[in-house]
Structures are given as C-alpha cells and as structure tokens.
C-alpha cells in the first residue's frame, strides 16, 4: 500500500496558522543577511532523528520530527546545552508529510546550521533550505568541503544567495575548481560575526 504523503508548504500552513509561519516562498539570503537572521550557528552532527503525531489546538493531525544535534563548534551565539531541532514533517509508518525542498535529516549527518526560531516557527533553519550546509569528507585529501543542502558544492561564501541549482557564473564548467573548505566557511561567518552583534538569545 503506497504511503500517504503531504506535501508542499502550503498545507503546512493550513496545518499549523497558530504558530504564525513565514510565507511559503523562500528567498535565498545575502551571505551577510544569513549571519544577521541566525540566533546561533554551530557545526554540529546529528545523533538522532524522530518522528511523533502532534495535534494543533483545533484537532487538527499533523507530523513533526526532532532532530538532536551535537554541536561540534558553537561559531555564532549561544546554543542550548542540547540541541534539538523541532522541524515540521517526516515519516510514520505509511504517513508522511515533506515539506517541499526543505532538507532532511540522517544520523551521522554533518554540517553546519543556521539555526532561528527554533520552537517557534515550522522550519527552525534561515531561509529553510538555505540554512543547512552539509560537510563532505573527501578520504582523497583529508578535507572537509561545504555542500548546499540539496548536495551541489559551494565555491564562495557570497554564493548563497544564488538559487539551488546554480554555481557562479565565474566558475561554472571549471574542473579544477574546488568547494570552500569547512573551516574557510566557518572562518567567514565568524569574520561576518565580529561586525555584527548577536541578536538576543531567544531560544528555550
């Protein structure tokens, strides 16, 4: 019997209005503006993944999942003892709700998020899919590398604010060129950090 799946961000605002969610269009931010709209960024791995029913005041069933992560390194502000992610969607048995072009979560998955509203809207990452950045291990030369979300490589910092299908025009077709490294882009978003306070901590 085929699973049940719920998609697209617009029943997930059917489903959950009282938690005020954003619009379901998603605009990649300015590598800056990612920084600024983060209550913290860590590099974290996350260590477990699950799946519960949950009722909205009105009755109405919906499915969320959370998603503990280890934090690695705390770049950017103050994350919580444990961290927990509470993202709208996931699977149960033959149920499944996906909300479109968000990211999904692996045990063993490494990368580094930019985490806001945790708790408070339905998909804590800024810009949902634009607020993971998995971390590919390449056993060839040592080097952590940074990926977007949807597994395409990312070059320079600047780069995210390009859609999720496209690289710089400056190095599209270039063979020799190569991802920024993990500790490249961490460096970044502290250099971003050190001119830009952190918001107040928020998070419970």
Not at 187 to 203: D, G, I, M
Request: aromatic content about 6%; charged content about 20%.
């Amino acid at each position: 019997m085929p699973s049940r799946c719920l998609a697209a961000c617009g029943l997930a605002l059917a489903l959950l209005l009282p938690l005020h969610l954003p619009a379901t269009t998603v605009e990649a931010p300015e590598f800056n503006e990612l920084v600024d709209l983060s209550d913290y960024v860590v590099r974290g791995v996350v260590t477990a993944v699950s799946s519960e029913w949950r009722e909205t005041a009105d009755g109405r069933r919906y499915i969320a999942t959370q998603v503990e992560v280890n934090v690695l390194d705390p770049i950017r502000g103050t994350p919580p003892a444990k961290l927990v992610l509470e993202v709208l969607g996931g699977r149960i048995g033959e149920d499944e709700l996906v909300v479109e072009g968000a990211p999904r979560f692996l045990v063993g998955d490494e990368g580094v998020f930019f985490v806001r509203g945790n708790g408070r809207i339905f998909f804590p990452l800024v810009g949902v899919m634009h607020g993971l950045y998995p971390v590919l291990h390449d056993f060839k030369d040592g080097q952590d590398y940074i990926l977007r979300s949807n597994g395409m490589p990312l070059y320079r910092a600047q780069d995210v604010s390009l859609p999720m299908d496209r690289v710089s025009a400056a190095l599209a077709g270039d063979p020799a060129a190569r991802p920024m490294t993990a500790d490249a882009f961490v460096r970044q978003v502290r250099q971003a950090s050190s001119v830009r306070p952190t918001p107040p901590a928020l998070e419970k």
